[in-house]
């Protein structure tokens, strides 16, 4: 009965909002609808989201007049967002970047150059409204008007300019230099303590002036960047410094318990069960490569690895996964259309929060016609537009992901998923799974239930070959009312199981819902 009053909480909460004018009061409910598997998070880069690429060769020139994203030409575009499911969107770093020892023309999002200036490269010169910090506030407000919550990401280590003119911020090594963590060369680590064990007051302080700044500017929670690398402590300082001003105030953690420390030697990494006790609401539940997968067993102990984590906290945290995030390979390049879709339903499906990365829906590979070629014009000392290949791109200023492609099958597709997702509301958002039995190891299946209704997933793991299965479905009857969801050939139906051919990477949906016999 609590999780029926919850939905129907969440359903009448966006109606409101959809009818709502702009002057109505903003309420912030995001931790609520992460935890309970509600929110629909869509990433996109300010940067890039509004950008305007006359000539079509990718890159943003904007001495030829071209136009790169903004808080204002974005704004605009977030209709468009809520019209499509979303509910909650998740804006890449939009603080200051470095620009010594960079890495691409317009400088990386994540090499933060200030905790409490907005980068001014997200400044719309055409504005009436002058002023960055408006135009941040207007994008937000807009936002909160077409029912959409807005999370920041919160980097975690700072431009190498940075570490120049603050160095009481940094950790040093033997030598007295600033620390460059894993690879990431434009970036230096902080220091968050002192040789005495206790906090950096510095580095806490500079903290709080970024909680401040997003709180100022009406954000609803932030996604901290590695949070692994900062201790149980520290988090707990800043996110009890955010919650008293905002108790809805979200905090996930880019962590993972599979993950291992880019920054071993220098600090301790902190486990995700430590993050969460410090007031995260979230962790990223690892899927980065679905082709390491290579069987039912591993598909199903990768799910169970993570609720253990969930069920510690009884039911007060949840996940995203990171099946295409910024730092992921495109699925189009690693496995074309049928590894998307796998990618697309797995995240509309699992016991978990759906993250969507600007341009998925239309399958953008992320292949960039400037990628790693000599640079016209750079505004940072990086000669060169630097990208991952097939990756998001996040140091330069690019063109926006593809948005609109007519008649596109992966838009189709896509909105589809979500659509389901919402009309199941009630069986998808529940953290419950139960793993189904099939006679071939190649095969994925789930279960996920709500009362006499139930949700069947199953999936084929092999990229190379057709895969015949049987699906056992405890309790399930052949006069049962099978509904399909996402289905390319129906399945062979009898009591207790279905039977069907996957082709390689097929994803299967159905929606069952159990027909009581009425006795004469």
């Not at 009818?19 to 409910?29: D, E, G, Q």
């Not at 963590?181 to 580095?203: C, E, G, I, M, S």
């Not at 390491?292 to 009884?314: A, P, T």
């Not at 390319?488 to 159905?510: D, F, H, N, R, W």
């Amino acid at each position: 009965m609590k999780k029926i009053r919850f939905l129907l909480t969440v359903f009448v909460f966006f109606v409101f909002v959809a009818c709502a004018n702009a002057s109505t009061p903003w309420v912030n409910n995001l931790r609520n609808m992460f935890i309970n598997n509600v929110a629909v998070i869509y990433t996109i880069n300010i940067r890039s989201f509004g950008a305007v690429d006359y000539n079509k060769n990718d890159i943003i020139e904007l001495e030829l007049g071209e136009v790169s994203g903004t808080f204002s030409n974005a704004a605009p575009k977030l209709k468009k967002l809520a019209s499509m499911g979303i509910n909650t969107i998740y804006l890449l770093p939009v603080t200051k970047t470095g620009k010594l020892k960079a890495l691409g023309t317009a400088g990386s999002l994540y090499a933060m150059d200030s905790f409490d200036a907005l980068n001014p490269q997200l400044l719309d010169k055409t504005d009436l409204v002058p002023d960055i910090k408006t135009q941040a506030k207007n994008f937000i407000k807009e936002a909160h008007k077409n029912g959409l919550h807005v999370i920041v990401d919160l980097p975690s280590c700072g431009s190498y300019d940075m570490s120049l003119e603050k160095p009481d911020l940094f950790l040093k090594d033997k030598d007295g230099a600033a620390i460059v963590p894993a690879d990431w060369t434009d970036v230096r680590l902080f220091r968050v303590y002192n040789d005495d064990k206790t906090l950096n007051k510095n580095l806490v302080d500079e903290y709080k002036k970024f909680i401040n700044l997003m709180q100022e500017l009406g954000v609803d929670g932030i996604r901290a960047d590695v949070a692994a690398i900062k201790p149980q402590e520290f988090w707990k300082e800043i996110i009890d410094y955010a919650r008293d001003k905002d108790p809805q105030f979200l905090f996930l953690a880019e962590a993972s318990s599979k993950w291992t420390n880019p920054a071993k030697g220098y600090v301790t990494y902190t486990s995700v069960e430590d993050l969460l006790k410090a007031g995260f609401d979230g962790f990223y539940s690892e899927w980065s490569n679905l082709k390491e997968i290579k069987n039912s067993s591993d598909f199903h102990k990768k799910i169970q690895d993570d609720m253990k984590i969930l069920e510690q906290f009884e039911g007060q945290k949840s996940m995203i996964a990171n099946f295409a995030t910024h730092d992921q390979t495109s699925p189009v390049v690693m496995g074309g259309y049928p590894y998307w879709q796998m990618v697309n339903w797995l995240n509309m499906t699992l016991p978990l929060n759906p993250y969507i990365l600007d341009g998925f829906p239309y399958a953008d590979p992320y292949i960039y016609k400037y990628e790693n070629k000599k640079a016209d014009k750079s505004y940072t000392d990086d000669d060169t537009y630097f990208v991952h290949r097939g990756k998001f791109d996040i140091f330069n200023f690019s063109r926006p992901p593809l948005n609109d492609i007519p008649n596109s099958l992966h838009k189709k597709e896509f909105d589809d998923s979500i659509r389901s997702r919402y009309l199941l509301l009630g069986m998808i958002s529940t953290k419950e799974i139960e793993p189904l039995k099939t006679d071939n190891s190649n095969v994925f299946a789930f279960r996920k239930q709500n009362g006499n209704e139930s949700l069947v997933v199953v999936g084929n793991l092999d990229i190379k070959s057709d895969q015949k299965v049987k699906v056992k479905i405890p309790k399930f009857s052949a006069d049962d009312f099978v509904m399909p969801v996402k289905m390319q050939e129906a399945p062979l139906a009898k009591k207790g199981s279905l039977t069907m051919v996957l082709k390689p990477y097929e994803i299967q949906v159905y929606a069952i819902k159990k027909i009581t016999k009425i006795k004469k």
